[in-house]
């Protein structure tokens, strides 16, 4: 079987002493060796989250962490604000739709940051907005919000709450959820988190708390109450996903033993050298601000990025995404999150360059590029 070289927005390559604890022998979810990594995981996501509010890994996709964070908080009828700056701003639309919100959806350019002025304008002309929602890295534009600057507006109106959708931003870079009053944030294992898809990590702002405990809205599956209840005895509410909780103890301890201001300067390195080198190959950056967990470029006139996407599969087991809707056919998406050393990411560029040069043989590029990439990377 062919290795694969995965740098996708996710999944992403997994570290090998990820892959050990994926494949050791099962344990039970209630004995005290598995209420012991429960606690250590629990505990150490407040790192992550940078707050001294409970966390919780749930077993479900990110999108299940985006409905806990909905139905927790959100009430029949309650009107929202929603930005919608791509599919999964569009996604967390609909489903507040679903859940009976009054949904005013904030249409932004893809490629393009949403304006604090223009949110502040919404929320003054409507008082009654009760929840706003935001993707921190919108995964298929590869925008990076500002969600400080949102976070600071948002605060001052007492009624109303933050929530942010950091699947493809939480562990990747600094979101202090805490310090930008964030009141609500999701994150996902399959991308900063470095494992397979399967668990989705929430918390909520105390402010967050008053909204649920006063909530009529009905909830089971992802009633946050009841897992609190559950975590305060050292178990989940449901059975465990006992082989990602045990994977994801093995990858906060390696990020406890790093620090976060090196995990995160690690992956920022990833997408400057992504950023650097795909201009060097005549692609152009989609996003005006680009997030540090992955890069979206556009190809040259005249070439299907979904194609280029397979070729490099096919011929060499590189995994990178391309575009969805608008943007298919137009962008690639290139990961910078997981296990992926300098080699990989010298490899991965330099077979793009060879695709791109037997798909337009006209194409000049720099002679000294594989020196000029390890010289970035001093390999």
Known sequence: MQAYNVLAPGPVNLHPEVQKALALPMIHHRTPEFDAILKRVLTRLKVIFETD????????????????????????????????????GERWCEMAEVFGARVTVHKVKWGEAVKVADVRRILEQNPDIKIVMCQACETSTGIKHPIQELGALIHERAQTLFLVDGITALGAFALPMDEWHIDGLVGGSQKAFMLPTGLAMISFSKKAWKAIENNPQPRFYFDIRKEQKANAKGETFFSSNVTLLRALDVVLEMIMAKGLPAHFAEIRKRAEFTRLFAQKLGLKLYAEVPSESLTAVVVPDGMDSQKLRLLLEERFGITLMGGQDQAKGKILRIGHMGHITPEQMIDVMLKLAEILKSENPGLSLPLSLEKEMRSFWNV
């Open 53 to 88: 509010q409970p966390c919780f890994a749930l077993t479900s996709t990110g999108s299940g962490g985006m409905e806990a964070l909905l139905v927790n908080t959100l009430s029949k009828g309650d009107h929202v604000l929603g930005i919608d700056s791509g599919k999964f």
